[in-house]
């Protein structure tokens, strides 16, 4: 996926640890967005960004955590992982040109044991 | 927030066999973006197309913003197009958040 990148690829974890998964843009794009997919419900936004320092909350926040320190990098933090969060979590990017139309990165699977 | 609801949720074709996927949404809307996933789980932005109607190759898609609905018409389609057709809109008052609809599902058959 040109120009972003989604750090690990795959995960597995334990009931209760720290996850963070990256997101990285080389496209310079002002907004940026997590999503996870599950079966049965498409793609829910968590996190969303349109700044650097600049986050706000999706529809399913919960349990998340966001953050932004520089316009290429896009941080998601689960500080206690459930089994509820086992999922596929997608990193989106769009640029500000009006259309915001969003470019996928590549998905992180990460399973909550 | 705003709703969005696709239809059909599964949809089975015949290679070279022409299909319609809906989507409906519950408010006005600033933005209408169209998606494909592919079996590999990648995802491709399709069409921009918050009204109007555009076209690509076989694929072309319809909004019409008023009656808050929008189409993506696929035609002669080949097995390459199997795989998950998401819709996802952007609300008037939800600056920035794309609300994704739960998908249809298409399996085109050789």
């Known amino acids: 996926d040109a120009g972003i990148t989604q750090s690990p690829r795959h995960k597995v974890t334990e009931t209760g640890t720290p996850v963070t998964l990256r997101c990285h843009q080389t496209?310079?794009?002002?907004?940026m967005y997590w999503y996870r997919q599950d079966p049965g419900h498409g793609l829910r936004l968590i996190h969303y960004s349109y700044g650097v320092k600049d986050t706000d909350k999706g529809e399913v926040s919960d349990g998340y955590s966001v953050s932004r320190s520089k316009t290429e990098d896009f941080l998601l933090t689960l500080e206690s992982a459930t089994s509820s969060q086992t999922s596929v979590y997608f990193c989106a990017i769009a640029d500000s040109s009006g259309a915001n139309v969003l470019t996928f990165g590549a998905g992180s699977r990460l399973t909550v044991l | 927030g705003i709703q969005v609801e696709q239809s059909p949720p599964d949809l089975i074709l015949q290679e070279g066999a022409n299909s319609t996927l809906r989507c409906n949404f519950s408010d006005s809307v600033n933005n209408l973006q169209w998606f494909h996933q592919n079996p590999w789980g990648q995802l491709i932005n399709l069409f921009y197309i918050p009204s109007g109607t555009k076209q690509n190759g076989r694929l072309s898609a319809t909004t019409v913003a008023t009656e808050r609905y929008s189409l993506l018409y696929i035609s002669s389609s080949q097995t390459t197009d199997s795989g998950v057709y998401f819709c996802?809109?952007?609300?008037?008052?939800?600056?920035?958040?794309?609300?994704f609809g739960s998908g249809t599902r298409l399996l085109v058959r050789p």
């Open positions: 996802a809109v952007e609300g008037k008052d939800s600056s920035y958040k794309l609300i």
């Open positions: 496209e310079n794009h002002r907004y």
